[in-house]
């Protein structure tokens, strides 16, 4: 089975400040991962994955992640956050076959002050 | 293009009515999720649908639980006899087949039961 930890259920920042934003997963088979954010009463939308290749992946909003299999990882990441960033974001993992349903860690709380 | 429906937005019952709630995936995608979130428990995978069948239904919480999908496109999650811990946001997701990981999350049903 897998399961994925995110041990900081909300962070706050300054803007313009760096975060990281921290996954860790556990399972006995080769996994993809992804973020996800949720901006308020919305669904969630992906912001990027890893599935095989380099370990570091870029996505949208200039969100990067870097997986790290020895450490069972993928912490994301952002060099300077904005006021817009503020939101939930959510860690994914899915095996490489089967139904390759999501299995999320508990979601982290970005708040970003001015 | 258009994404993933859900409707309704928000449905307020009381305890012991039946509810439904509908998703409308993207055209195209044979694959279908539902989740549920919740504030005890988070994000948790209910049932997978590839076309018309569920393969994969482990995520049902009771019997209470229960969902169809016709013509490989809407598809309808049914709750019975409803109960104040069934309070939650469903969450629909697709993708374009089983295999291809990525999902599209729908903005989800917010479900109060009073």
């Given at each position: 089975a897998q399961s994925v930890t995110q041990l900081d259920s909300q962070v706050p920042v300054f803007e313009e400040a760096p975060v990281e934003l921290r996954c860790n997963y556990s399972s006995s088979v080769s996994v993809y991962l992804f973020w996800y954010v949720q901006y308020p009463n919305q669904g969630l939308q992906l912001l990027l994955k890893y599935l095989?290749?380099?370990t570091l992946v870029k996505g949208i909003n200039g969100f990067e992640a870097e997986f790290n299999k020895s450490q069972t990882s993928f912490h994301l990441r952002k060099p300077s956050v904005h006021i817009s960033d503020t939101a939930e974001y959510f860690c994914a993992v899915s095996r490489?076959?089967?139904?390759?349903k999501y299995i999320f860690g508990t979601g982290t709380r970005l708040k970003v002050l001015a | 293009g258009a994404g993933v429906s859900q409707s309704p937005s928000n449905k307020v019952t009381e305890k012991g009515k039946d509810v439904e709630l509908r998703c409308d995936p993207i055209s195209g995608h044979t694959a279908l999720y539902w989740y549920r979130q919740s504030l005890g428990q988070g994000l948790e995978f209910l049932i997978y649908f590839q076309g018309n069948s569920a393969?994969?239904?482990?995520?049902?919480?009771?019997?209470?639980f229960s969902a169809e999908r016709t013509g490989g496109s809407v598809s309808t999650l049914t709750i019975q006899r409803?109960?104040?811990?069934?309070?939650a946001v469903y969450l629909c997701a697709s993708s374009y087949?089983?295999?291809?990981?990525e999902q599209y999350f729908g903005p989800g049903t917010r479900l109060t039961v009073t």
């Open positions: 095989s290749g380099s490489l076959s089967g139904t390759y | 393969p994969d239904k482990s995520g049902l919480p009771s019997d209470r409803t109960q104040q811990e069934d309070s087949r089983g295999d291809s990981y």
